[in-house]
């Protein structure tokens, strides 16, 4: 069973920085592309970005490519999710989510066999 739980989330104001993380468990993590979605109330989970099993690629939605980063440490078993410049409008729950090797990375929720339970990120103006 594949367990995830994210954490960095909280209160931050407008022009900030945060870096989330999710830890991995009961699986072999390096095996597993991790995404990072995220979801405000009565909208659809949207993709937020996305990396491959070894770190090597990634991919991003368009609107927060310049601002975000993700990357992975498979010795912690930990996919992170930098976030600069922190706008009102990123103000969701963040999810990490895992799926086994795929040939490509993959920016829809349903793609995805994991997820966690999420982390609330909260920016104020």
């Known amino acids: 069973q594949v367990q995830l739980a994210e954490s960095g989330g909280g209160l931050v104001e407008a022009g900030d920085s945060l870096r989330l993380a999710c830890l991995a468990s009961?699986?072999?993590?390096?095996?597993?592309?991790m995404g990072w979605f995220r979801q405000v109330p009565g909208k659809e989970r949207e993709f937020v970005a996305a990396?491959?099993?070894?770190?090597?690629?990634?991919k991003y939605e368009d609107s927060v490519k310049a601002r975000f980063s993700i990357f992975r440490d498979n010795r912690k078993n930990a996919v992170y999710l930098q976030i600069h410049t922190l706008k009102p409008e990123d103000t969701a729950v963040y999810y990490c989510?895992?799926?086994?090797?795929?040939?490509?990375?993959?920016?829809?929720?349903?793609?995805?066999?994991?997820w966690g339970q999420g982390t609330q990120v909260t920016v104020s103006s």
């Open positions: 990396i491959s099993t070894g770190g090597y690629k990634t």
């Open positions: 989510a895992a799926v086994r090797s795929p040939s490509e990375l993959l920016d829809v929720a349903t793609q995805y066999d994991y």
């Open positions: 009961g699986h072999t993590f390096s095996d597993y592309s």
